[in-house]
Structures are given as C-alpha cells and as structure tokens.
C-alpha cells in the first residue's frame, strides 16, 4: 500500500489504569520514527475534546517527559466517556461525526489512535467506518485498556496485571493487620474491587494465597450468583478456623435472582446504569446481622488503578508495545484493527502482539469461564492461577524524588485551532 503521509492524533478514553500512559508513549515513540507521520498531535480529554478541537502538539514535549509516562498512572491526556450513538442518538451522533472529520480534515490527521476499553474500541469502529464512507484517508487502529479484563480476543488487557498484582499485595498487608487483631469471638474483612459485570479482578486476588488456608478465604465474582446461605456458612466455618475471614467482592456481585446486591437505581452513571452503592458493605450487613461477626469494609476506588507505584513490569511493557504496534500497523497500510496481546505460552511466559477487527470487539464483554472456578464457586481454581501468574511479574522503576513518586505531567501546548467552535 502506497505510503500516506500526514499527521497522527492519539487520544485516551474511560476509567484510567497504572499503564494507560505506557501505550501512550509506545504510540509517540513509535511515531516519531516514521517520515511519512509529520506532526504528532494528542487529544485532550477523549473524543469529546477532539470534537472541541482541543489538541496538544506532542512534539513540544521533551522526550524525558514521554520516556517518563511509562510509569505515571492517570491519563496523561485526559479521558472523556462520551458516546457517539447512532441508535438512540442518530442526529446527535451524525453531527458529532461531521465535526469530527472537520476537525481531522484542518489538521491534515491521517492516523488516529484510540487508547480505550469497550466503548472506546466501538468509537474507533465507527470512526473507522466512517472514513471509509466519506472516501477519507484515515487510518485507525485501537489500542486495548481495561483494569476489568473485559475486552475479547485479546488474552488480556493492559492493565489488568498491574491492579491485580496491587490487589494481592494489599490483601497480604491487610491480612497481617487482621490475623493480629483477631480474637475468640471472630471477625471478618471484605474487600470490595472493581468489576461491573466480569470478575477479573476479584478473581486475580487468589495470587495472594501462599498455601490454602491464607487469605483471601473467600472470592465472590459477578458472573455467579451469590447463594447467601452457602456464604454465611462458608465464612462461619473460616472464622471457626482461623477466627478470621476475608472476603473479596467485585463491586458488581449479584444475587440469586439476578440483581446486582449494591445497584441504587435513584441515581445512574454516565451510561445509565445504576451506582454501585457498596457490595463489601452490604455483605457485611447481612454477616453482622446472621453471624453477629464483627466485620470491617475497604472499597479500593481509584487507588487500585491508579498504584503505578507498584505495576508490573509485564503489564508495562505489554501496555507500550501495544502502542507501538498500533502504529506499525497504520504505516503497513491497516486499518479498522484492536491490537491485540496473543499468548504463545504461559512457563516460561511467551507473548506477542496480533490484531483483531475493531467490529469484532467493540460493546463485547469478555467474562470468566466458569470452569475457572471451585465446584463451590468461591475460590478461582488452577486454570485461572496458571492464566493470571505470569501477569503481574516484574516491578516497573519509578523515579524518586524526597522520598516519593516523581510523576511527570505533560505541558500540553495547544495546537492553534483552525474551526468556529462547536455548537
């Protein structure tokens, strides 16, 4: 295929991960050793900042400040969870897809990179489809992000071996605290993780058991129901034991008719869906209340996706090749794709990078088999352990400064805009 020369925009979208910036530097890297990629251009705040034309010029960054983000969590552009919805939204999105190409059309943009989850992978379909249907030379390529581990054929997702691998070391300290304090009369620690609909997260604390009576005792995991007798009589029976339990629970837990235990339908997200309340602090309602069990709750929230302090070298690397092949691809004249992580084998851990059709991922969710898990459903078993082991290994150098983290933030000189604002 003909060589296409013009300029790059990267852009980042939904929930941060520690290494959502590593993908970013593999995409600018990567650029900047192409001819035919004349400016490298960066999206602020997602597709919605795009269709402000709110763009950075990466080429003003200094290139310690790029090598830097490899271990800087957060999203150094910015993030947005703005939908481009032709189904329910038709002449909303139609307008927002006008503007788009204006705005891609001003800046001479010929590659465009989208650094996202689910959502973000369907807005880069679309974006892709769209080009196509215009006659528009562009050349759009996802790049995978997801502490959920959600996406398919992917064999998983940057960065979910960095919150699994912090998920786990938090269990650990915890439990020391815990078996320390613990008492003739019991008591009980749940740990809430995120996780809507799959339990990738939940499920990676299992790395933390060292032999089988060590904590975590208990895992529970969205995709199976929560049979509240079985649990309350699992957890009498690991107090009985140890005279303490803990417990893991995705956010998104359900119970045995199907509802998630913590959805408050008085208020809705972003994308309609009800607010998880607290699964850890309904469970231990009902302990408290049955088992008259001292319990205590801790809800991680963003500081499980946000601990770049403590990532893993496996999921850095893997998040920055990603970007970088991204890139490759475009130049080699592909379009439409997810880069995908293909595994060759788990020990010793052998992985590659492939690419699936962005049509293939978009709005699908990838959720645990159930053969991952116990016959009881509460612990996940050998096939999960040998899957999730090799993801977390290694530690990312993050550079100090008066004893903490020294993370870098990017200038983001504006790029002069050349369109009428958007209206």
């Not at 959502?119 to 769209?130: G, I, L, N, P, R």
């Not at 054929?153 to 979910?160: A, I, K, L, S």
């Not at 990676?204 to 649990?231: M, N, Q």
């Amino acid at each position: 295929m003909a060589e296409l020369n013009g300029n790059l925009l990267v852009a980042q979208s939904g929930g941060p991960t520690a290494v959502i910036n590593a993908s970013l530097a593999g995409v600018i890297q990567e650029a900047g050793r192409h001819e035919c990629i004349e400016e490298i251009y960066g999206g602020l705040n997602g597709i919605l900042g795009i269709l402000n034309e709110e763009l950075i010029d990466i080429n003003e960054e200094k290139s310690r400040t790029i090598e830097g983000l490899k271990y800087t969590p957060g999203a150094a552009l910015g993030t947005c969870r703005y939908k481009i919805d032709f189904k329910k939204k038709a002449e909303s999105a139609v307008r927002d897809m006008d503007r788009l190409f204006e705005v891609f059309a001003a800046h001479n943009i010929r590659y465009f990179h989208y650094i996202g989850g689910n959502d973000s992978q369907d807005t880069a379909h679309k974006v892709h489809e769209q080009a196509l249907a215009r006659g528009y030379e562009l050349r759009v390529n996802g790049v995978p992000k997801t502490i959920d581990n959600d996406l398919p054929h992917t064999d998983h997702c940057p960065g979910y071996g960095s919150v699994i691998k912090y998920v786990c070391a938090t269990i650990m300290e915890v439990t020391c605290d815990v078996s320390a304090m613990a008492t003739d009369d019991g008591a009980c620690f749940l740990l809430e993780v995120m996780g809507r609909h799959a339990g990738w997260i939940a499920a990676g604390a299992v790395l933390a058991k060292r032999s089988p009576g060590d904590a975590p005792h208990i895992i529970l995991a969205p995709e199976i129901r929560l049979d509240e007798p079985a649990f309350l009589a699992k957890v009498q029976e690991v107090v009985a034991a140890n005279k303490y339990c803990v417990v893991v629970v995705g956010e998104g837990l359900c119970n045995a008719a199907g509802d998630e235990i913590a959805a408050d339908s008085s208020r809705m997200d972003a994308f309609g869906h009800p607010v998880l309340s607290g699964a850890a602090d309904h469970l231990a309602d009902i302990i408290t209340e049955k088992l008259k069990i001292k319990t205590r709750t801790v809800k991680l929230g963003y500081a499980q996706r946000a601990a770049a302090h403590f990532a893993s070298l496996t999921d850095a690397t893997e998040a920055a090749a990603c970007g970088e092949a991204a890139v490759r691809a475009a130049i080699a004249g592909k379009t439409g794709f997810m880069v995908k992580i293909v595994r060759e084998q788990s020990s010793p851990y052998k992985w590659t990078t492939g690419l699936q059709p962005l049509g293939d991922i978009a709005n699908v969710e990838h959720f645990m088999p159930r053969d991952w898990f116990t016959a009881d459903g509460f612990l996940p078993n050998e096939k999960f352990i040998e899957y999730a082991r090799p993801l977390i290994e290694g530690e990312v150098k993050v550079a100090m400064e008066g004893g903490l983290p020294k993370y870098v933030t990017l200038a983001k000189s504006p790029v002069e805009k050349k369109l009428a604002p958007r209206v």
